[in-house]
C-alpha cells in the first residue's frame, strides 16, 4: 500500500518497481500500465476495507444495537487514523483511474454485510427495508469519515465525532416510540 501512496508522485513504472522491490519486467509482466497496476493496488486497497467492515461487523455478535453501532463506527474512524496518508492517495489515485466498476462491486459488498447485520437486528430496529437501510449507513457512515479525511483530519481523534455518528445511527433506526 506504500507503493499506493507514492505511486501518484513517482513519474515513472521504474521508480514505482524500485520501490516494490521488483524489476520492471515483473510489473509489467503483470500490469501493462502504471494506470492498471495503481487500478489493482486500489482493489487491493478495497479489498482491505471490505475484510476490515467485515470483521467489525462480526465482533458485534451479543451487542445490543446501540453498543453495535459504537463499536462500528469507532471501528471505522480508527481504520482511518493510521491509513490517513494511504486513504488520500487512493482517492486522488482512484479519480485518476476511475475504475467505478471495483468501487461499485466492494460498496455492494459492503452494503451487504451491513444488511446482514441490520437483519440480525430487526427486533431491535424500527421497521425498515435492511437493504435500504444498509444503503444509507454505509454510505452515510463512509461519506462522513472519508470527508473528514479530506477537509478536517483532526476530526479522526476527536470522540464527539465518534458520538455525533453513533447518534446517527442509532437515531436513523431507533425503533419510534
Known amino acids: 500500500m506504500q507503493v499506493l501512496a507514492k505511486a501518484e508522485a513517482d513519474q515513472s513504472v521504474q521508480s514505482i518497481a524500485d520501490r516494490a522491490g521488483v524489476s520492471v519486467g515483473s510489473l509489467y509482466q503483470y500490469f501493462p500500465s502504471k494506470q492498471s497496476l495503481v487500478s489493482a493496488l486500489i482493489g487491493v486497497h ?6 476490515d467492515l467485515k470483521a467489525r461487523l462480526e ?46 462491486s466492494m460498496d455492494a459488498e459492503m452494503i451487504g454485510a451491513v444488511e446482514q447485520f441490520l437483519k440480525a437486528r430487526l427486533p431491535e430496529l424500527r421497521p425498515v427495508d435492511p437493504a ?23 476530526r479522526l481523534n476527536s470522540p464527539d465525532f ?3 455518528l453513533t447518534h446517527l445511527v442509532v437515531s436513523y433506526l431507533r425503533p419510534t416510540q
Not at 132 to 154: D, K, Y
Open 46 to 51: 478495497l479489498r482491505q476495507r471490505v475484510d
Open 59 to 104: 465482533g458485534t455478535s451479543g451487542l445490543g444495537a446501540e453498543q453495535a453501532a459504537r463499536q462500528l463506527v469507532e471501528g471505522l474512524v480508527a481504520m482511518m487514523r493510521p491509513r490517513m496518508r494511504i486513504e488520500l492517495a487512493m482517492m486522488r489515485a482512484f479519480a485518476q483511474v476511475g475504475d467505478l466498476e471495483t468501487l461499485t
Open 162 to 164: 465518534v458520538d455525533e
Open 132 to 154: 435500504l437501510a444498509a444503503f444509507i449507513v454505509t454510505h452515510s457512515l463512509r461519506s462522513s469519515v472519508l470527508l473528514a479525511l479530506l477537509q478536517c483530519p483532526e
